[in-house]
C-alpha cells in the first residue's frame, strides 16, 4: 500500500525500543508554525498564571467572588468542553453499534479527541479546584458523598477517561508494534464502548443535573427540571459539531498523513454527519418547545433576557440545524460548516447562560471572567492540540494501522454474532 | 465475558446511587429533635454583641464597620464574619435582624458535597471539615440562601460558615451568640418546641407578629427559626425559596441513574447483535442464537 514512509516502519526489536522512542520524541515538521507562535507565549503566560494562583489562591486571578462561586473554568473548560467531546460516545455508538461502517475512518481521531479533551477538562477542573490534593478524597472514601451529582459525575469522568484510554489504546500497540497486546486491547473495544456510551449517557445529562439544586439562582427561562435531558439530547449534536468542526481543519492540517480512505469518505462522512445532527437538533427544539409550554415561560420572553434566549435557540439551534439539513441535501460543504460552527457557539452559549450569564441574573454586579482566567482556558486548550498533534504524527490515527493490525481487525469483523455471544 | 463484566459494574454503581435519596430520607425524620434557634426579631436591638460573641469564640477577627453608614448598608455574611446583624428599613420603621446559616434540616450544601465535608451533624448543626473538603464550592452554588464562603486569597482555602457553635453545644453549652445575647432575643432549643414557643408568642400576642415562622417550612425547614413584627421580604428574606428541601430536585436525575445502568448496556448489547451479519451456521449455532433472543 502507499502508506507515508514515517508509520510503515517494522516493529522494534527489543533492543532497539530506546533508540525508537528517542527518535520518536523529537519533534516532527516544522518549529516556526503560525500555531506555534500563538500558542508557546499562551502557555507560557499561563505557566505564570498558575505560579500565582497557587501560591496566592484563587482570587488572585481570577474574578470569582462569593456570589459567583463558578466561572469561566468551570462553565467553560468543564461544562461547556464535555459537550463538545461527546463526539466520542457517538460516533463510537454509530459504528461499533449501529455498524455503520462508512463512519469508521475518522472513529480513531475521535476517539483521541473526546479522550484529551476529558484529560485537559479534568486538568481545568483541578485548576478550579480550590483544595486540589483532596481530589482523591471521593475516590478512595473519605468519604463517599452518594447523594452527591458531582460525586457521580467525578467517578463517571475517571471511569469514561479509563474506558476511553483502551478504546484508543490498540493505535498506541500499533504505535509500538506490540501484536499480541494488539490483539488483547482490540478485543476490549465492544465492552469499553458499551460501557462508555452508558457512562456518557449519565455524566452528560448529570452535569446539567448539577444546577437542579441553584433553581432559585437560575432565571426561569434556563432552569427547567428537563436540565439532565436537555444536556444529554444537545451534547449528541454539540459532539457531531465538533467532528465536522476539527475534522475539517485536522484534514487540511494534517492532508499528508491521511489514508486514501478518509481522504474518499470526507465528504461522504460529513454530509451523513450533517443529517444526523440536524435532526438531533430538532428533537432538542421539540424538546425544549415542550418545556417551553409547560413551564409557561411565554410569560417571560418579553424582556431583554427574553430576546436572548430567543436568540439562542432560533439563531443558534434553529438556524444551524436548517443549515445542516439543507447543506447535506445540497452537499454543500460551506454550509455545513457555518452550520457547525453556529451549533458549537449555540451549545456555549447555552451553557454559559445556566452556569455564568444567566445565573443569578438579578445579581447587581456581576461575574465577568478576566484576561488571566481566558488565558488559562486558551492555554489549556493550546496544551491539548499539542498533544493532539504529537500522536497524530506518530500514531495511526489518520493515517493507516501497519498491514499486520489491518489484518487481525478484519479477520475480527467478519466474524459472525453467534461466535461472540458464546466465547 | 463482557456481559458478565458489565453486571458487575451496573451492580456496584447502580447501588451507590440508589442508596443516595435513602439517605437524605433518614436525615429527614431526625430533624425535629434536633436543635437550633429561635430568634425573634421584634427583640432585636441591634447591638451586635453576638457579632462579637461570634467572631471571639470562633477566633475570626473582630468585625470592622463605619458606625455612621452602618444601618444604611446590607452588609453580607463572609468567610471572616459569620454572622451579620443588618438594619432594616420597614414598613414599621427600622428593624435589625442577625443572620446566619440557617442550618436546614435537609441541606443542599450537605447533600452537593461530594466527600460529605459539609455535614449535618445528629445534634442540629452543619458543619464542614477541611480534610475532607477539596475546594469545588459546589456546596456555594447549591446552598439555597448562600451562606458558604470560601476564601479566595488563600492557597490553602477553606469553606466558612457559621457551625451553630457544635463543638459547644456537644459540651452542653449554647451557641455564644445566643448565650451573649443581653435582650434575650433568641432561644436555643429542639426544634420541635422551639416551634411551640414561636406559634404561642405569635398566637398570644395578635398584631405584634406576622403570622408566619420563618424556616419552619422554608426549603424543607431550618434549623434557625425567625418570627417577625413585618413580612419577612422587608427583611432581606427570600421568600420564593419553596417548601421542598433542596436535595428532592435532584432525586429524580439519581433515581434514573440506576436504571440507566442497568438498561442502557442491555440495549446497546442487543441493539449491536440486532445489526450485525447473520450467521450461516450448523444448526448448533441456531440454536445459540435462539437462546439469547
Known amino acids: 500500500m502507499g502508506a507515508p514512509a514515517s508509520i510503515s516502519r517494522i516493529s522494534p526489536e527489543r533492543g532497539s525500543v530506546l533508540s525508537f522512542l528517542r527518535q520518536e520524541l523529537r519533534p516532527k515538521g516544522k518549529l516556526l508554525t503560525t500555531f506555534n507562535m500563538i500558542s508557546i507565549p499562551i502557555m507560557a503566560a499561563t505557566a505564570v498564571i498558575l505560579f500565582f494562583r497557587f501560591s496566592q489562591g484563587l482570587g488572585s486571578v481570577t474574578n470569582l467572588n462569593q456570589e459567583f462561586p463558578w466561572g469561566l473554568w468551570v462553565g467553560f473548560d468543564v461544562i461547556t468542553g464535555v459537550a463538545f467531546a461527546g463526539g466520542a460516545y457517538v460516533l463510537t455508538f454509530m459504528v461499533y453499534i449501529l455498524r455503520m ?262 445579581a447587581p454586579v456581576h461575574y465577568i471572567p478576566n484576561v488571566m482566567e481566558v488565558v488559562v482556558t486558551a492555554g489549556v486548550i493550546c496544551a491539548e492540540i499539542w498533544v493532539f498533534r504529537w500522536i497524530v504524527l506518530r500514531m495511526p490515527v489518520l493515517s493507516a494501522s501497519p498491514a499486520w493490525a489491518r489484518r487481525q481487525a478484519d479477520v475480527e469483523r467478519e466474524r459472525p454474532n453467534v461466535k461472540e455471544v458464546a466465547a | 465475558m463482557e456481559r458478565r463484566e458489565f453486571l458487575k459494574l451496573v451492580g456496584a454503581l447502580g447501588a451507590t446511587a440508589v442508596a443516595g435519596p435513602e439517605r437524605a430520607e433518614a436525615s429527614a425524620t431526625e430533624l425535629e429533635d434536633s436543635y437550633g434557634v429561635l430568634l425573634d426579631v421584634s427583640q432585636c436591638d441591634g447591638c451586635r454583641t453576638c ?60 447533600s452537593a458535597c461530594l466527600t460529605k465535608a459539609l455535614l449535618k451533624t445528629e445534634e442540629g448543626p452543619v458543619i464542614w471539615r477541611e480534610d475532607k473538603c477539596m475546594g469545588c464550592r459546589f456546596c456555594m452554588l447549591s446552598c439555597p440562601f448562600d451562606v458558604p464562603k470560601f476564601e479566595y486569597d488563600s492557597a490553602n482555602p477553606r469553606i466558612q460558615k457559621c457551625r451553630m457553635c457544635w463543638e459547644r453545644q456537644i459540651e452542653g453549652e449554647m451557641p455564644a451568640c445566643v448565650e451573649e445575647c443581653p435582650s434575650d432575643a433568641m432561644v436555643f432549643g429542639k426544634r420541635s418546641e422551639l416551634l411551640e414557643i414561636a406559634r404561642e408568642r405569635i398566637h398570644q400576642n395578635p398584631g405584634d407578629y406576622v403570622s408566619h415562622i420563618y424556616g419552619e417550612h422554608e426549603a424543607g425547614g431550618t434549623g434557625w427559626l425567625y418570627i417577625s413584627p413585618v413580612p419577612f421580604e422587608e427583611l432581606g428574606f427570600r421568600t420564593d425559596l419553596g417548601e421542598k428541601a433542596y436535595p428532592e430536585y435532584v432525586r429524580p436525575f439519581l433515581t434514573t441513574v440506576p436504571v440507566v445502568l442497568i438498561m442502557w448496556p442491555a440495549f446497546l448489547l442487543a441493539l449491536r447483535q440486532a445489526t450485525g451479519p447473520v450467521a450461516e451456521e450448523t444448526v448448533d449455532a441456531d440454536h445459540t442464537q435462539q437462546m439469547e433472543v
Open chain 1, 101 to 362: 461502517e462508512q463512519y469508521r475512518p475518522i472513529i480513531r481521531a475521535t476517539i483521541l479527541n473526546g479522550f484529551l479533551a476529558y484529560i485537559f477538562y479534568s486538568i481545568a477542573l483541578l485548576l478550579d479546584l480550590g483544595r486540589p490534593w483532596n481530589v482523591i478524597n471521593p475516590i478512595i472514601g473519605n468519604s463517599f458523598g452518594l447523594s452527591s451529582v458531582l460525586f457521580l459525575v467525578a467517578w463517571h469522568f475517571l471511569l469514561y477517561i479509563t474506558a476511553e484510554a483502551i478504546e484508543f489504546s490498540p493505535a498506541i500497540a500499533e504505535w509500538l508494534g506490540l501484536k499480541r497486546i494488539h490483539r488483547v486491547l482490540t478485543g476490549l473495544t465492544i465492552a469499553t464502548v458499551i460501557f462508555g456510551i452508558t457512562l456518557s449517557t449519565l455524566h452528560q445529562s448529570g452535569l446539567g443535573a448539577l444546577f437542579m439544586m441553584a433553581k432559585p439562582k437560575i432565571h426561569p427561562l434556563w432552569y427547567s427540571e428537563f436540565i439532565p435531558l436537555l444536556f444529554f439530547v444537545s451534547s449528541i449534536f454539540a459532539g457531531i459539531s465538533m467532528v465536522l468542526f476539527e475534522g475539517g481543519i485536522s484534514h487540511r492540517v494534517f492532508h499528508d498523513r491521511l489514508t486514501p480512505e478518509i481522504k474518499q469518505s470526507h465528504d461522504r462522512i460529513m454530509t451523513g454527519l450533517a443529517r444526523i445532527a440536524g435532526g438531533v437538533m430538532f428533537v432538542y427544539l421539540f424538546l425544549s418547545a415542550l418545556n417551553f409550554l409547560h413551564g409557561r415561560l411565554w410569560q417571560h420572553i418579553v424582556s431583554g433576557w427574553g430576546l436572548w434566549y430567543l436568540a439562542e435557540v432560533i439563531g443558534l439551534v434553529a438556524m444551524p440545524m436548517v443549515l445542516f439539513v439543507v447543506g447535506s441535501a445540497k452537499n454543500h460543504k460551506g454550509m455545513i460548516r457555518t452550520a457547525a460552527v453556529l451549533s458549537l457557539l449555540g451549545i456555549a452559549l447555552n451553557r454559559l447562560n445556566i452556569s455564568i450569564i444567566a445565573f443569578k441574573w438579578y
Open chain 2, 51 to 110: 457579632e462579637l460573641a461570634c467572631a471571639e469564640t470562633n477566633g475570626l477577627p473582630e468585625p470592622e464597620y463605619d458606625e455612621d453608614t452602618l444601618d444604611e448598608i446590607v452588609r453580607p455574611t463572609s468567610e471572616t464574619q459569620w454572622s451579620v446583624v443588618n438594619c432594616f428599613d420597614t414598613s414599621a420603621g427600622d428593624v435589625y435582624v442577625k443572620k446566619q446559616c440557617m442550618h436546614c434540616s435537609t441541606p443542599a450544601c450537605a
